[in-house]
């Protein structure tokens, strides 16, 4: 059974933190992808990843970092949290994507930041 | 701005009602993907259509690629309960690895 998991279910955090948000794959995708989801926007990416130690940015990449020091994990970094940046986050693993191949999700976090 | 928008946003029906879900953009998607989120899960995989005019049936689900593959349709007949959730459109371009999803429509179907 495939799976993408997430480290936290739910996390809550203060202003100015560096938060870290962690997903590991055991299906050996080259591509791994951070998405936050808020109502009515849908999934917006923040970025992704094609292989190990490589990024690019997605459609909203401002405050937020990443890494991919090996191929089944891929995490999201939080700088310096802000308010703004409370929300569903989903990670999301698949191979060759661009060619209308599967999206695995892992389950959410949901992150708040107070 | 969002290249896949939705429509509608939200939608409460009852049991054994029809309904049609709405995927539009102005941009052609060499593939569109949709998906259904349940509450506190990520995205499950619904179906994939890849060719323009392309119909998908899913058991009640009957799914559509338009003919210029700029939309997508997903019609559902006779909805259960066990249909609610958050349906997500996703599309390609074929220029990179990533995906594009939709603004979301929120089902419930009440028993």
């Known amino acids: 059974d495939v799976k993408v998991t997430q480290s936290s279910r739910y996390l809550v955090k203060r202003t100015g933190e560096k938060v870290f948000l962690e997903c590991v794959q055991d299906?050996?995708?080259?591509?791994m992808f951070w998405y936050r989801q808020d109502p009515g926007l849908g999934l917006r990416l923040i970025y992704f990843?094609?292989?190990?130690?490589?990024?690019e940015k997605g459609d909203i990449p401002e405050g937020y970092s990443v890494s991919r020091e090996k191929k089944e994990r891929f995490s999201l970094i939080l700088e310096s949290a802000s308010t703004n940046q409370t929300s569903m986050y989903l990670c999301?693993?698949?191979?060759?994507?661009?060619?209308?191949?599967?999206?695995?999700f892992g389950q959410g976090t949901r992150l708040t930041v107070v | 701005t969002q290249l896949l928008e939705q429509s509608p946003q939200f939608l409460s029906i009852q049991e054994g009602e029809n309904l049609t879900v709405y995927c539009n953009s102005s941009?052609?998607?060499?593939?569109l993907q949709w998906y259904r989120q349940e509450p506190g899960e990520g995205p499950v995989l619904l179906v994939t259509?890849?060719?323009?005019?392309e119909v998908k049936k899913l058991k009640r689900l009957t799914f559509q690629f338009g003919d210029a593959r700029k939309d997508s349709s997903l019609h559902i007949t006779a909805a259960q309960p066990g249909d609610t959730g958050l349906y997500l459109c996703a599309g390609d371009q074929n220029t990179g690895n990533q995906f594009y999803f939709g603004t979301g429509t929120s089902l419930t179907v009440i028993p």
């Open positions: 999301a693993s698949g191979g060759g994507l661009g060619r209308g191949t599967e999206a695995f």
């Open positions: 259509v890849v060719t323009g005019g």
């Open positions: 990843s094609y292989d190990v130690k490589m990024k």
């Open positions: 941009s052609v998607f060499s593939s």
């Open positions: 299906m050996d995708h080259e591509n």
